[in-house]
Structure formats: C-alpha cells, structure tokens
C-alpha cells in the first residue's frame, strides 16, 4: 500500500479507495490495483479455458463468487440443470458449475437457495462491503457501488487475470460527481432518477469517469434503490458509480451472512466510517439535477439516453442539431417502429417484463405489486425475481398472488428476459416489451425486440392499460 | 498475443454511433465462442442477416468492396454496454484489427488491449474527415502506425492519436499483461499481507 502522506491534498472517496488496493502504479500511468472480489457467471467460461491452458491455479479461490444466472430457466427447476432441454445452455450452467468446484470458488449454483443474479445476491449475502475493490465479468458490477465499493465489470480475459493473480492493471479514471438536491417526489423512483441522469448526460456522459452520486436526494434512498441507480451507471458510460457508505448502509449490512460479526464488524464499522470523501475534494465533472423534479420515464429508442417523461412526446430528429444524434434518432424510430413527435404514452405494448439486477430486488416487487393489487393486466407478461431469497420473500408477503391475480406469471430467478440467452424467455421480431432492465439495444430481449425501460411501478401501470404509463395515469 | 505494428488495410467506413456490444455480438451467439472455430459471421450478426439465416447483402460491411476490410472507421460511442468479450472476439474473427471512433465503451476498449484489436479515439471531425473520404473512395485504405501513433487516411489527412504507454508496449510485443504482472508476484504478495493483516474481514 502507498502510505497516506500527512497534510495530503482533499480526497474523493473513490481516491481513497483506489489507493487503498494499489500495489503498484507504474510512470506510464497504469496502476496493479488489489482485488477483494471477482464475481463471475456462465458467460465467464473463456476464462476458465485460458486459465486451463495456462496451467495457473487461483489465487483466492473463495473470493471468487460463481452465481448461474444468464443461462437458468425460470420454470421446472426443480429438475435441475436437466431442466434445460438445449443441450448447449445446459453446458452453460453446467460448466460453471464444474469450473467453479474444481477451482474452490464460492459456488452458487443453479439448486443453491441461494441461487439469483450475481448482482443481486452478492450485496444480499453481505458478500459486497463497503471500500471494497469489486470486479466481475459482467458490465453491472457497478451496481455494487451502491455500498460504497469500487465496482466494476471486466472481460474474460481480464478476469482470468484476477482469477490468477488477484490483481488487474487498471488506468486511473477520472472523477464525476452528481449531486441530487432535493428528496424524490411519490411517484418517482429510482429508475426515473438513473433514466433522467443518462438522459442527460448521454450514453457517452460519463465515459472514462467513476461517478459518486450525492446530495439529499441520493442519502434519502434506501439501499435497493441506490442500487437501481449505481446498476446503469455503465449505461451512461461510467466504469463505476458509488455511494458513501451510510448508516442506510450499515443497517442493510448488519447481520448477513457473508458480513463481519462481532468484535470484526466493530472495526469494519471503523474503517468504512472513514471511507466517504472529504468535503474541499475536487471532481473532474460536477453535474447538478434537482430530484423533486424527477417524474416516471420511459425509454423510445435503442439506447437507454433516448428516454423522456411518460408525458411527453417522442423527440423529432429534424429538430436536433447534433447530426450523430439525428441520424441515431432517426435509426432508432425506424427500429421501434414510432413516429416523431408521438406522445410516447399513446404507444400500445405486448409484453411486460419485470426482472433484472436493476429493478427485481424486494422492493421493486413490493412496488409493482402495489399498483397491480385488485387490477387485470390486459398484457401478458413475466414476473422474475432477483433471486431466489427474493422470491422466498415476495411469496412470504403474497406479492406472488398479487401478480398471478392480475395474470402474469411468476418466475423461478434468473437474468430472464434481460438479455434474452437461456432459451425460452425472449420475445418475437417486432414485438414491444415494457421491461424494468437496463437496456434497450436493439435485438436485446430476442432478435428484432424492442424494449422501453420503465420503473418497475410504471411498468405495472402499462400492464393494465396495455400502453406505457405511469401511476399517475390510473 | 498477436504483434500491432504497421496495418495498412481497406478500411469501412460506419456512420454509426451506438454501435453496442448486444449488435456486435447478440447475447444468444456468445456461446458459439466457447468452442473453437471459425465464427465470422457473429460480428453484427442481426444486421447482416435475415431470421432464415439469408444475407442482407445491402449492409455495408458485406459489399465485396470491403471484402479485406481491417479497419472501421465509426462515430461515437462504439462497443458500449456488457462486458462479453465475445463482442471483440466477433470484431477480430470478422478479420478487424482495428477501430476508430469518437469514443468507445471503457470495457470494450480494455478487451480489445486483450484481443491485439487496436481502439483508436479521434475527435468528431477527425473521424468525420476520415469517413468522407472513404466514402468517395470506395475501398480505400487507411494507414496506422501504432509507433508513431498516427493514423493516415487515404486523401493523406494524418492524424494523431493518444494511448497509454504500457498498452502500447504489450501490443507491440504481442505481450500479454499476465506475464508483466508475474515480474511483481513479490509486491503483490507483501501487499495482501500487510492487507489482510489490517482488514482481516475482508477474506471469504
Ligand atoms: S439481469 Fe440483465 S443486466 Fe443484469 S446481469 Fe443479468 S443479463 Fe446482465
């Protein structure tokens, strides 16, 4: 470690972090920086294989955290993996499995009642920790920023690199600091928040930056909604979004089962107490947004930065100057099959999503439920909870009759209709999905999809209307 | 690794930005990457062909002209989103060794450092330049020496670029960060003593 030299300069948390795990920092400006976590999933098999071919073992095997998510079927499963009838997806979720014993990483397969999306359980197994240096080969490890962690996702061949070393070479990013003045108004989540800030800055905003999200309106909200926003970090570009840790935080913290007990947490309390940055430290980029102003939103084109409130219209490219954008405008329209200037709550949706390391923790659930409770959804549509302690959960409150009454139907845990990969959730060429995920690129939930990102309580409102809606429209 | 010296190769002009890692790459073709094999046409998979698997030979990258093409040249925001390596992977089995854009996603770029495909920032009207004068000559190449750090195009508008100077040398090299890092084994093992020793929490 580089020691803290005495009267240094002010210091934003993320600087304090990153020092704090760096081994090393070379003069040509790359820095080995010390890794507490390495979470991975299916999609991480490359890295096993160049591991293999190598002949390294891991370093720290139970630091890396294997959770069967991506590929998992949300029926049956009580089959196991031989539940999945492509023999190529049960490969998948099998050899994860395989590569995680056979290393000694912490597993937590598919018949684990632990089992969820890596970014929901690792925070909800007290796995993620405040000050920590998190990676994962999966790009909403920034979700886990929430805690005041550096987190961030990695490529297989990066991962590897972990796997064998315990460390990455890491450029230092620069510094983001938004700052959410004012308490979010009923009505508003989360989601609305992160959807107004890419809106904003753009896709690109916050490229090659860490943002840290501050003021009022951020310390207001509770640890699953810091996660919701922390999570699309990524989607504005960012390598990572983070939280000071808090008291919301310790009390999240306190008592999971992979968290510090007893005279440990005591000094773990210490030590993260220390973490947030100090008051005079400068950022590279400051950005200010007033958080009584946020208002549902829905996202119209391929990109989660073409979003606008639920009561506005979709935006003309012939009005944008920036010709990239026009031309992305335009190309997103045709792809989506909307017209300029369409009030964007006069569009008719088939499908509903609600699922996703963004929106599918407790909360989200509670929050759509809420809407739907004595309602018909006129669409059908996928209830998928973050995990499977999520499920347990939902069902203990009876938000699953909830959400069956209304008429759709309720999931075994897993990535879902996210992304689209494990066989059997994905949507038809054309067809139009209300989806509380975190991307809307085109093909993303199935070949010729199209996804309008929403909260999950609008989400809920556009079920029962069969248009997107917010609350505020029943 | 492969070496990146010179390329000197038919360049693509995209006029495009948000070219993103699920159009790169859709997530239901990363596993194809799992197994060896020749996997060309995953790149832009859904643009380039129909459901039935037929091609629509009307997308740019598919017209004979650019048949060697190494190099694309894009707008902004290129390779944005999931982390999947696959999505380089795609770009260098589809034969590219290099791309220029305006901006790119953090991660892609890191993997492309890993998979010897060389990311090149421009600003909008360098990038701009160089794809007009693709456009009128149809098939034309671009230059780029990553020594000099210059890419050249083909009316000989030369522009310069930045990058870091240990990716530049794993690249050159053909050398792959592993074997760097194994030089310091002894720092890294001080470090996680002293580490452990202070935050003895932190070990699963
Ligand atoms: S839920 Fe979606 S975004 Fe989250 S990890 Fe799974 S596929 Fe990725």
């Known amino acids: 470690m580089i020691p803290e030299p005495s009267g240094a300069p002010a210091q934003t948390m993320f600087a304090r972090i990153w020092r704090r795990h760096s081994v090393l920092a070379l003069e040509d400006g790359e820095s080995l920086i010390y890794v507490d976590r390495c979470l991975i999933h299916e999609g991480s098999r490359p890295a096993f294989q160049s591991l293999d071919r190598l002949g390294k073992t891991l370093r720290c095997p139970a630091q890396v955290i294997a959770c069967a998510d991506h590929y998992v079927p949300t029926t049956n499963r009580e089959r196991g993996t031989g539940g999945i009838d492509d023999p190529a997806i049960r490969q998948m979720v099998e050899s994860l499995e395989h590569n995680a014993r056979r290393h000694g990483c912490t597993l937590i397969g598919l018949d684990d009642p632990r089992q969820g999306i890596l970014h929901v359980v690792a925070p909800e197994q007290g796995i993620t920790q405040p000050g920590m240096m998190i990676c994962g080969g999966d790009s909403h490890t920034a979700t886990h920023g929430a805690f005041g962690a550096l987190a961030f996702g990695i490529g297989a061949s990066e991962v590897m690199h972990v796997m064998a070393t315990q460390t990455l070479w890491q450029e230092m990013p620069r510094t983001m600091r938004i700052t959410v003045n004012g308490h979010l108004a009923v009505g508003a989540s989360a989601k609305d928040l992160i959807l107004s800030i890419i809106a904003r800055i753009g896709t690109g905003g916050a490229t090659g930056h860490v943002i840290e999200y501050a003021g ?22 960012a390598r990572a979004g983070m ?29 993260w107490r220390s973490l947030p940055g100090d008051i005079e430290a400068q950022f590279d980029r400051e950005v200010r947004l007033e958080g009584t102003q946020i208002v549902p939103m829905a996202s119209w084109g391929t990109s989660p930065e073409q979003c606008v409130a639920i009561g506005d219209r979709i935006p003309d490219p012939l009005r944008e100057t920036d010709g990239a954008r026009r031309e992305a405008q335009a190309r997103a329209l045709e792809y989506m099959a909307l017209q300029p200037n369409q009030p964007i709550a006069e569009i008719a949706v088939d499908r509903v999503f609600i699922g996703s390391c963004t929106n599918a923790r407790i909360e989200d659930l509670r929050e759509a439920a809420a809407v739907l409770k004595g309602r018909r959804s006129v669409l059908p549509g996928l209830v998928v909870p973050g995990s499977s302690a999520v499920k347990r959960q939902a069902e203990a409150e009876g938000l699953d009759y909830v959400f069956q009454a ?20 994905f949507l038809q060429p054309g067809e139009r999905c209300a989806s509380t995920s975190n991307r809307n690129f085109p093909g993303r939930q199935g070949p010729g999809s199209r996804t309008h990102l929403m909260s999950p309580a609008s989400v809920a409102a556009t079920a029962t209307l069969g248009r997107i809606a917010s609350v505020r429209d029943l | 690794m492969e070496r990146f010296e010179l390329l000197d190769a038919v360049a693509v002009p995209l006029d495009e930005s948000n070219v993103d890692t699920d159009q790169i790459c859709p997530a239901r073709l990363i596993r194809a990457f799992a197994q060896p094999g020749r996997h060309e046409h995953v790149f832009l998979h859904d ?36 982390s999947r390596e696959a999505a380089v992977m795609a770009v260098r089995a589809a034969g590219f060794r290099a791309i220029v854009a305006e901006s790119f996603g953090d991660i892609f770029v890191n993997n ?21 004068s693709l456009h009128r000559q149809t098939g034309a190449h671009v230059a780029i020496d990553l020594a000099q750090q210059t890419v050249t195009g083909p009316d000989g508008g030369s522009y310069a670029f930045a990058i870091g100077a240990l990716r530049k040398r794993c690249l050159l090299a053909g050398l792959d960060d592993l074997s760097l ?23 699963l």
Not at chain 1, 251 to 266: F, H, I
Not at chain 1, 406 to 425: F, I, M, P, Y
């Open chain 1, 216 to 237: 009022p309106g951020i310390r207001a909200l509770s640890m699953e909604q810091r996660m919701t926003v922390c999570n699309m970090s990524i989607e504005a570009g």
């Open chain 1, 243 to 271: 939280i000071a840790p808090d008291d919301t935080t310790f009390e999240y913290l306190a008592g999971r089962p992979a968290a510090p007990a007893g005279a440990l947490w005591q000094s773990a309390l210490e030590y």
């Open chain 1, 406 to 425: 209304a008429g759709l139907e309720w999931r075994e845990s897993g990535c879902s209709l996210c992304t689209g990969v494990n066989g059997a959730d």
């Open chain 2, 47 to 82: 643009r380039r062909f129909n459901e039935d698997g037929s091609p629509k030979p009307e997308f740019i990258l598919d017209q004979p002209a650019y048949a060697n093409a190494q190099i694309i040249v894009a707008q902004r925001n290129f390779g944005v989103g999931s």
């Open chain 2, 112 to 132: 492309c450092f890993k998979n010897g495909v060389l990311p090149i920032r421009l600003v909008a009207n360098e990038v701009d330049a160089l794809r007009a």
């Open chain 2, 181 to 203: 890092t194994e030089r310091y084994a002894d720092a890294i093992e001080s470090f996680e003593r002293t580490y452990r020793a202070e935050l003895p929490w932190l070990k």
